[in-house]
Protein backbone atom coordinates (compact mmCIF):
# COMPACT_ATOMS: atom_id res chain seq x y z
CA UNK A 1 0.00 0.00 0.00
CA UNK A 2 2.50 2.33 0.77
CA UNK A 3 4.58 1.68 -2.65
CA UNK A 4 1.09 2.48 -4.07
CA UNK A 5 0.55 5.67 -1.91
CA UNK A 6 4.04 7.07 -3.39
CA UNK A 7 3.21 6.19 -6.82
CA UNK A 8 -0.10 8.08 -6.94
CA UNK A 9 1.33 11.46 -5.54
CA UNK A 10 3.86 11.45 -7.12
CA UNK A 11 1.42 10.98 -10.47
CA UNK A 12 -0.51 13.79 -9.12
CA UNK A 13 2.23 16.05 -9.62
CA UNK A 14 3.05 14.86 -12.31
CA UNK A 15 -0.69 14.68 -14.30
CA UNK A 16 -0.66 18.26 -12.74
CA UNK A 17 1.77 19.47 -15.18
CA UNK A 18 -0.26 17.56 -17.97
CA UNK A 19 -3.65 19.19 -16.98
CA UNK A 20 -1.90 22.58 -16.85
CA UNK A 21 -0.58 22.59 -20.46
CA UNK A 22 -3.69 20.85 -21.16
CA UNK A 23 -5.55 24.28 -20.17
CA UNK A 24 -4.23 25.86 -23.27
CA UNK A 25 -5.99 23.84 -25.32
CA UNK A 26 -9.61 24.05 -23.24
CA UNK A 27 -9.08 27.78 -22.61
CA UNK A 28 -8.55 28.51 -26.57
CA UNK A 29 -11.59 26.38 -27.58
CA UNK A 30 -13.81 28.31 -25.01
CA UNK A 31 -12.68 31.60 -25.99
CA UNK A 32 -11.26 31.59 -29.47
CA UNK A 33 -12.80 28.24 -31.20
CA UNK A 34 -9.67 27.19 -32.26
CA UNK A 35 -7.05 24.42 -31.58
CA UNK A 36 -3.59 24.79 -31.49
CA UNK A 37 -1.12 21.50 -32.05
CA UNK A 38 1.89 23.30 -31.25
CA UNK A 39 0.72 23.62 -27.58
CA UNK A 40 3.65 21.50 -26.17
CA UNK A 41 6.24 23.96 -28.00
CA UNK A 42 4.72 26.65 -26.84
CA UNK A 43 5.11 24.91 -23.20
CA UNK A 44 8.96 24.56 -24.56
CA UNK A 45 10.25 28.00 -26.02
CA UNK A 46 9.72 29.85 -23.01
CA UNK A 47 11.47 27.26 -21.18
CA UNK A 48 14.61 28.27 -23.50
CA UNK A 49 13.41 32.11 -22.63
CA UNK A 50 13.99 32.05 -19.43
CA UNK A 51 17.43 29.73 -19.50
CA UNK A 52 18.78 32.51 -21.89
CA UNK A 53 17.86 35.33 -19.36
CA UNK A 54 19.18 32.97 -16.42
CA UNK A 55 22.84 32.72 -18.40
CA UNK A 56 22.70 36.57 -18.62
CA UNK A 57 22.88 36.55 -14.66
CA UNK A 58 18.99 37.05 -14.05
CA UNK A 59 16.87 35.73 -11.04
CA UNK A 60 15.07 32.90 -12.10
CA UNK A 61 11.95 35.76 -11.44
CA UNK A 62 12.97 37.87 -12.93
CA UNK A 63 13.69 35.62 -15.77
CA UNK A 64 9.82 34.67 -15.57
CA UNK A 65 8.42 38.02 -15.71
CA UNK A 66 10.84 38.79 -18.59
CA UNK A 67 9.23 35.69 -20.78
CA UNK A 68 6.41 35.99 -19.54
CA UNK A 69 6.25 39.60 -21.35
CA UNK A 70 8.21 37.93 -24.47
CA UNK A 71 5.79 35.23 -24.81
CA UNK A 72 2.80 37.12 -24.61
CA UNK A 73 3.93 39.02 -27.73
CA UNK A 74 5.37 36.03 -29.67
CA UNK A 75 2.71 33.34 -28.68
CA UNK A 76 0.18 35.83 -28.50
CA UNK A 77 0.19 38.46 -31.01
CA UNK A 78 2.77 37.41 -33.44
CA UNK A 79 0.64 33.78 -33.63
CA UNK A 80 -2.47 35.13 -33.52
CA UNK A 81 -1.76 38.07 -36.16
CA UNK A 82 0.64 35.51 -38.20
CA UNK A 83 -1.29 32.14 -38.18
CA UNK A 84 -4.54 31.95 -36.32
CA UNK A 85 -5.97 35.50 -37.94
CA UNK A 86 -5.63 34.47 -41.87
CA UNK A 87 -6.67 31.14 -41.35
CA UNK A 88 -9.58 31.83 -39.25
CA UNK A 89 -11.98 32.36 -42.18
CA UNK A 90 -11.41 29.43 -43.56
CA UNK A 91 -12.07 26.71 -41.06
CA UNK A 92 -10.58 24.76 -38.10
CA UNK A 93 -8.17 22.66 -40.28
CA UNK A 94 -6.08 24.80 -42.15
CA UNK A 95 -5.38 25.87 -38.59
CA UNK A 96 -4.76 22.26 -37.25
CA UNK A 97 -2.14 22.28 -40.01
CA UNK A 98 -1.12 25.18 -39.84
CA UNK A 99 0.10 24.33 -36.11
CA UNK A 100 1.46 20.73 -36.83
CA UNK A 101 3.65 22.72 -39.17
CA UNK A 102 5.03 25.21 -36.50
CA UNK A 103 5.16 23.09 -33.85
CA UNK A 104 7.63 20.85 -36.10
CA UNK A 105 9.37 24.13 -37.44
CA UNK A 106 9.89 24.97 -33.39
CA UNK A 107 11.22 22.02 -32.62
CA UNK A 108 13.73 22.03 -35.30
CA UNK A 109 14.40 25.89 -34.87
CA UNK A 110 15.27 25.35 -31.00
CA UNK A 111 17.67 22.62 -31.90
CA UNK A 112 19.70 24.10 -34.64
CA UNK A 113 19.87 27.64 -33.39
CA UNK A 114 20.07 26.76 -29.52
CA UNK A 115 21.99 23.63 -28.94
CA UNK A 116 19.85 19.40 -29.11
CA UNK A 117 21.40 19.05 -25.89
CA UNK A 118 19.54 18.98 -22.29
CA UNK A 119 19.86 21.72 -20.08
CA UNK A 120 19.50 21.66 -16.17
CA UNK A 121 17.19 24.56 -14.90
CA UNK A 122 16.82 25.60 -11.28
CA UNK A 123 13.40 24.25 -9.62
CA UNK A 124 11.32 26.95 -7.86
CA UNK A 125 10.69 24.89 -5.07
CA UNK A 126 13.35 23.98 -2.36
CA UNK A 127 14.85 20.39 -2.26
CA UNK A 128 12.81 19.10 0.87
CA UNK A 129 11.33 15.97 1.61
CA UNK A 130 7.60 15.23 3.69
CA UNK A 131 7.50 12.12 5.12
CA UNK A 132 3.49 11.15 6.33
CA UNK A 133 2.29 7.76 7.11
CA UNK A 134 5.53 6.00 5.21
CA UNK A 135 4.65 7.93 2.21
CA UNK A 136 7.98 10.38 0.85
CA UNK A 137 6.46 13.44 -0.65
CA UNK A 138 8.94 16.65 -1.94
CA UNK A 139 7.77 19.46 -1.61
CA UNK A 140 8.11 19.84 -5.49
CA UNK A 141 5.45 17.27 -6.23
CA UNK A 142 3.02 19.57 -3.96
CA UNK A 143 4.05 22.38 -5.15
CA UNK A 144 3.49 21.84 -8.67
CA UNK A 145 0.34 20.42 -7.59
CA UNK A 146 -0.84 23.09 -6.01
CA UNK A 147 -0.12 26.32 -8.45
CA UNK A 148 -1.45 24.55 -11.44
CA UNK A 149 -4.21 23.67 -9.24
CA UNK A 150 -4.60 27.70 -8.02
CA UNK A 151 -4.20 28.10 -12.09
CA UNK A 152 -7.08 25.72 -13.69
CA UNK A 153 -9.22 27.28 -11.46
CA UNK A 154 -8.07 31.16 -11.43
CA UNK A 155 -8.78 30.32 -15.28
CA UNK A 156 -12.02 28.78 -15.26
CA UNK A 157 -13.52 31.51 -12.76
CA UNK A 158 -12.23 34.29 -15.39
CA UNK A 159 -13.85 32.79 -18.30
CA UNK A 160 -17.17 31.53 -16.42
CA UNK A 161 -17.37 34.26 -13.72
CA UNK A 162 -16.42 37.82 -15.52
CA UNK A 163 -17.66 40.14 -17.98
CA UNK A 164 -14.56 39.65 -20.36
CA UNK A 165 -14.27 35.51 -19.89
CA UNK A 166 -18.20 35.63 -21.18
CA UNK A 167 -17.44 37.95 -23.49
CA UNK A 168 -15.15 35.79 -25.14
CA UNK A 169 -17.05 32.73 -24.89
CA UNK A 170 -19.63 34.67 -27.01
CA UNK A 171 -17.07 34.93 -29.54
CA UNK A 172 -15.75 31.45 -29.70
CA UNK A 173 -20.04 30.61 -29.80
CA UNK A 174 -20.73 32.77 -32.78
CA UNK A 175 -18.15 35.65 -33.82
CA UNK A 176 -21.20 37.62 -36.13
CA UNK A 177 -23.58 37.71 -33.38
CA UNK A 178 -21.24 38.72 -30.52
CA UNK A 179 -19.92 41.68 -32.78
CA UNK A 180 -23.11 42.49 -33.35
CA UNK A 181 -23.61 43.12 -29.16
CA UNK A 182 -20.79 45.19 -29.45
CA UNK A 183 -17.72 42.77 -28.26
CA UNK A 184 -14.49 43.75 -29.81
CA UNK A 185 -13.94 40.35 -31.15
CA UNK A 186 -10.05 40.80 -32.23
CA UNK A 187 -9.45 41.65 -28.95
CA UNK A 188 -11.11 39.18 -27.07
CA UNK A 189 -9.71 36.62 -29.45
CA UNK A 190 -6.07 37.73 -28.54
CA UNK A 191 -6.94 38.04 -25.07
CA UNK A 192 -7.23 34.54 -24.81
CA UNK A 193 -3.97 33.57 -26.92
CA UNK A 194 -2.21 36.43 -24.39
CA UNK A 195 -3.66 34.20 -21.72
CA UNK A 196 -2.08 30.96 -23.14
CA UNK A 197 1.27 32.35 -23.56
CA UNK A 198 1.43 33.41 -19.66
CA UNK A 199 -0.17 29.63 -18.57
CA UNK A 200 2.60 28.23 -20.74
CA UNK A 201 5.28 29.84 -19.26
CA UNK A 202 3.90 29.11 -15.96
CA UNK A 203 3.93 25.11 -17.15
CA UNK A 204 7.40 25.79 -18.40
CA UNK A 205 8.72 26.98 -14.87
CA UNK A 206 7.19 23.80 -13.44
CA UNK A 207 7.78 20.95 -15.68
CA UNK A 208 11.37 21.82 -16.75
CA UNK A 209 13.53 21.52 -13.42
CA UNK A 210 12.25 17.74 -14.40
CA UNK A 211 12.44 17.14 -17.49
CA UNK A 212 15.40 18.86 -18.34
CA UNK A 213 15.19 21.50 -21.14
CA UNK A 214 15.69 20.33 -24.04
CA UNK A 215 14.26 20.72 -28.06
CA UNK A 216 11.87 17.93 -28.11
CA UNK A 217 10.44 18.25 -24.30
CA UNK A 218 6.82 19.59 -25.76
CA UNK A 219 6.42 16.76 -28.06
CA UNK A 220 5.47 14.05 -25.79
CA UNK A 221 3.82 16.83 -23.39
CA UNK A 222 1.87 18.22 -26.11
CA UNK A 223 0.00 15.05 -27.21
CA UNK A 224 -0.52 13.71 -23.21
CA UNK A 225 -2.12 17.06 -22.65
CA UNK A 226 -4.00 17.23 -25.90
CA UNK A 227 -5.50 13.57 -24.63
CA UNK A 228 -5.76 14.58 -21.34
CA UNK A 229 -7.94 17.80 -22.09
CA UNK A 230 -10.60 15.21 -24.21
CA UNK A 231 -10.28 13.21 -21.22
CA UNK A 232 -11.50 15.94 -18.97
CA UNK A 233 -13.79 17.60 -21.46
CA UNK A 234 -12.22 19.64 -24.03
CA UNK A 235 -14.66 22.68 -23.33
CA UNK A 236 -14.22 22.85 -19.30
CA UNK A 237 -11.20 23.94 -17.49
CA UNK A 238 -11.32 21.86 -14.31
CA UNK A 239 -11.87 18.99 -16.97
CA UNK A 240 -7.98 19.77 -18.24
CA UNK A 241 -6.81 19.50 -14.89
CA UNK A 242 -8.77 16.17 -13.98
CA UNK A 243 -7.68 14.12 -16.83
CA UNK A 244 -4.28 15.10 -16.53
CA UNK A 245 -4.67 13.89 -12.65
CA UNK A 246 -5.83 10.41 -14.53
CA UNK A 247 -3.20 10.24 -16.66
CA UNK A 248 -0.45 11.06 -14.70
CA UNK A 249 -1.04 8.58 -11.88
CA UNK A 250 -2.32 5.99 -14.25
CA UNK A 251 1.33 6.60 -15.93
CA UNK A 252 3.22 5.90 -12.68
CA UNK A 253 1.24 2.78 -12.00
CA UNK A 254 1.40 1.36 -14.92
CA UNK A 255 5.07 1.60 -15.29
CA UNK A 256 5.49 0.09 -11.90
CA UNK A 257 3.03 -2.65 -12.02
CA UNK A 258 3.12 -3.51 -15.73
CA UNK A 259 5.99 -2.56 -17.57
CA UNK A 260 7.57 1.21 -17.94
CA UNK A 261 7.46 0.27 -21.77
CA UNK A 262 3.40 1.02 -21.79
CA UNK A 263 3.98 3.99 -20.16
CA UNK A 264 3.50 6.69 -23.08
CA UNK A 265 0.52 4.07 -24.20
CA UNK A 266 -1.44 5.04 -21.09
CA UNK A 267 -2.90 8.03 -22.11
CA UNK A 268 -3.57 6.95 -25.64
CA UNK A 269 -5.55 3.62 -23.72
CA UNK A 270 -7.81 6.05 -21.20
CA UNK A 271 -8.58 8.48 -24.15
CA UNK A 272 -10.49 5.68 -26.59
CA UNK A 273 -12.23 4.32 -23.31
CA UNK A 274 -13.29 7.81 -22.89
CA UNK A 275 -13.89 8.68 -25.82
CA UNK A 276 -16.44 5.56 -26.61
CA UNK A 277 -18.37 6.00 -23.85
CA UNK A 278 -18.71 9.80 -22.91
CA UNK A 279 -17.33 11.92 -26.22
CA UNK A 280 -18.01 14.84 -24.39
CA UNK A 281 -15.17 14.31 -21.65
CA UNK A 282 -15.81 12.85 -18.17
CA UNK A 283 -16.29 16.99 -17.03
CA UNK A 284 -17.76 18.15 -20.67
CA UNK A 285 -20.81 18.92 -21.42
CA UNK A 286 -22.53 17.99 -25.10
CA UNK A 287 -23.39 21.61 -26.77
CA UNK A 288 -23.92 23.23 -30.52
CA UNK A 289 -21.64 25.39 -31.97
CA UNK A 290 -21.89 27.83 -34.99
CA UNK A 291 -19.67 27.17 -37.84
Known sequence: MTDFLQLFFSGLATGAIYGLAALGFTLLWQASGTINFAQGEFVMLPAFMMLGFLSLGAPLAVSFVFSVVLAVVVLGWVFKRGIVDPLFKYGMMPIVVATIGLSIAMRNGVRAGYSAEAHPFPSLFADKLYTIAGVTITLSDIGTFVVALAL??????????????????????????????????????????????????????????????????????????????????????????????????????????????????????????????????LLGKKEERKV
Do not use: H, W
Not at 179 to 204: C, E, H, K
Not at 210 to 220: C, H, I, P, Q, V
Not at 230 to 259: H, P, T
Open 152 to 281: VLATQAFITKTVTGRAMQAVAQNTESASVLGINVPRMIFYAFAINAVLAVAAALLVTPTYLAKFDMGESLGTKAFFAAIIGGFNNSRGALLGGLIVGVCENLAAAYISPAYKDAVALVIFMVVILFKPQG
